[in-house]
């Protein structure tokens, strides 16, 4: 039968089992393993802010990353990404470009191929190695005059489910592919960061699966 015990400071132990608010110590330092958070709250939040011009030209390359260590088992990944293509006065200007998110154990790596893709789809026209892409276009803006000197802003989001331990380290990346010329990214094609220009942002909601 559970025995009631009584202290100098007036705390009783219950005596039903079941402990509630009350009977825990605001000064208590219970640790997160002990917790169990409902389905989809928020375990931690990360984020990585790219503050500078990026250049590509017809290749395939990383241009922002972010790693998270898991604080939950089987938990979910909500990302979101904001990429800002820069204007150029070229006129027409037929650059192939296509976006995608991928993610991996450990370290972060220069070459799609090491990541898993996130979603995204099978587009045709231009295609990331090995991933998915979420967005892909066939030429870039029609651009002169003052047009050259605007941010044309992308940006996605995604809930993803993984099957892993807490205390993984993982790696989310976004990856670009440029086909038959050069795109910019952060500033436009004619203008440095430092005069204008917009940041890129990945941000990684861990969610509790």
Request: aromatic content about 8%.
């Amino acid at each position: 039968m559970p025995t009631e015990i009584s202290g100098s400071t007036g705390v009783n132990k219950i005596q039903d089992n079941t402990i509630v608010n009350a009977d825990i110590n605001s000064s208590a330092a219970i640790v997160g393993s002990k917790l169990v958070m409902p389905s989809g709250s928020i375990l931690q939040i990360v984020q990585n802010v790219v503050r500078n011009k990026v250049t590509v030209s017809t290749t395939t390359t990383q241009i922002i990353d972010k790693s998270i260590t898991l604080k939950g088992t089987n938990s979910s990944l909500f990302i979101m990404v904001q990429i800002p293509v820069g204007g150029h006065n070229d006129g027409d200007k037929d650059v192939d470009v296509a976006l995608a998110v991928g993610w991996k154990t450990g370290a972060a790596s220069a070459t799609s191929t090491d990541y898993t893709t996130i979603s995204g789809s099978s587009f045709g026209r231009e295609a990331v190695s090995g991933l998915n892409s979420w967005f892909a276009c066939d030429t870039l803006m029609h651009n002169q005059n003052y047009d050259e000197y605007w941010m044309h802003d992308k940006s996605w989001n995604y809930k993803y489910d993984l099957s892993l331990a807490a205390g993984t380290a993982i790696n989310v990346a976004q990856f670009v592919s440029a086909g038959n010329g050069t795109i910019t990214f952060g500033a436009a094609e004619n203008t440095a960061y430092s005069d204008s220009g917009q940041e890129l942002t990945l941000t990684i909601m861990e969610m509790a699966g």
